[in-house]
């Protein structure tokens, strides 16, 4: 009989902590307050993420039987159909929450939800697997800011509130790229260009996060430098160390490193919208994230 802690190891429980600040640095990029919608395209997207990490150990199970027998389908510990199963409630549910933000919310998680179903069933293994990747995390960002927009008029249209989420979405997908490029290679190891590129890229992304106006005053601009700095070197160290000695522990590390940089990404991304308050509870999961890595791998 399958446990808690097998579903919690099949679901990649600690990595969900990368995941709420997708919708809080779209509702901020689009200039609305948290509020009722935002707490449902939070809850949808949670659904969304776990559905694909259901989902992908589903579709990769006679590959992991041979790299990853430990994992909970190739030992046996959870049936290949209840996982499926889970991955369909659970897309199921992440498209219902959005529908109850708004029909825009449910159009950008309906295509969120295809992309994810896309890359676990077809993409994950060809040279579309991480724009794929990519293009899910920018999904996710654009559903907090047209569901955080809502039907207001002082925050413009949810289309307005797209426009304006466009380039943190970028940012957090070109992350997610280089993340993705990595961790094709965290069974096997090997590979000193993808972590190497993924340097490169932390850097230009940092400095990209770091740089131009901030929303408001002084402290707003110290708090973005800080949660960028956190999220290159959140990053940045494991690729260094990954790049140097490219073996399956380090380059699982890397993955690691760059899951749980995330989230000081998003909370810089936030605060450069001017959204302090969401920058600092983002910040604050940062440990939390860490510790549970410890008990639960992310990867």
């Known amino acids: 009989m399958s446990t808690p802690r097998d579903w919690a190891e099949l679901l990649r429980v600690s990595a969900l902590f990368s995941v709420p600040g997708d919708v809080l640095a779209g509702a ?10 935002t707490a449902l395209a939070t809850g949808a997207s949670l659904c969304l993420y776990e559905a694909g990490m259901a989902l992908n150990d589903w579709a990769d199970r006679d590959e992991d039987a041979v790299e990853r027998p430990h994992r909970p389908l190739p030992s046996g510990r959870i049936a290949p159909a209840r996982a499926l199963t889970a991955a369909a409630g659970l897309t199921v549910a992440g498209v219902g929450l959005a529908l109850a933000a708004g029909r825009p919310a449910a159009l950008a998680a309906t295509a969120l939800a295809g992309t994810v179903w896309a890359y676990d069933l077809r993409l994950k293994h060809t040279p579309a697997g991480p724009a794929a990747m990519a293009a899910a995390r920018g999904l996710d960002l654009l559903l907090g800011a047209v569901a955080s927009a809502g039907p207001r ?3 413009g249209s949810p289309a307005r509130a797209a426009r304006r989420a466009l380039v943190p979405a970028a940012v957090l997908g070109a992350h997610t790229y280089v993340l993705t490029t990595v961790s094709r290679n965290e069974t096997r190891g090997g590979s000193t260009g993808a972590p190497l590129a993924a340097l490169g890229a ?20 110290y708090a973005r430098a800080a949660l960028t700095g956190a999220y290159v070197a959140t990053a940045a160290v494991p690729y260094l160390h990954a790049a140097l000695n490219p073996s399956p522990p380090l380059t ?3 993955v690691s490193g760059g899951i ?3 989230i000081p990404l998003q909370a810089a991304l936030t605060a450069r919208s001017g959204a302090l308050t969401s920058a600092a509870l983002l910040a604050g999961l940062v440990p939390v994230a860490r510790r549970l890595a410890r008990k639960v791998s992310p990867t």
């Open 28 to 37: 901020a990029a689009s200039g609305a307050r948290p509020g009722a919608r």
């Open 153 to 155: 008029a002082d925050v």
């Open 202 to 221: 932390t850097a230009a992304l940092g400095t990209l996060t770091g740089s131009g106006r901030c929303a408001d005053e002084r402290p707003r601009a």
């Open 252 to 254: 699982q590390k890397a």
């Open 260 to 262: 749980r940089a995330m």
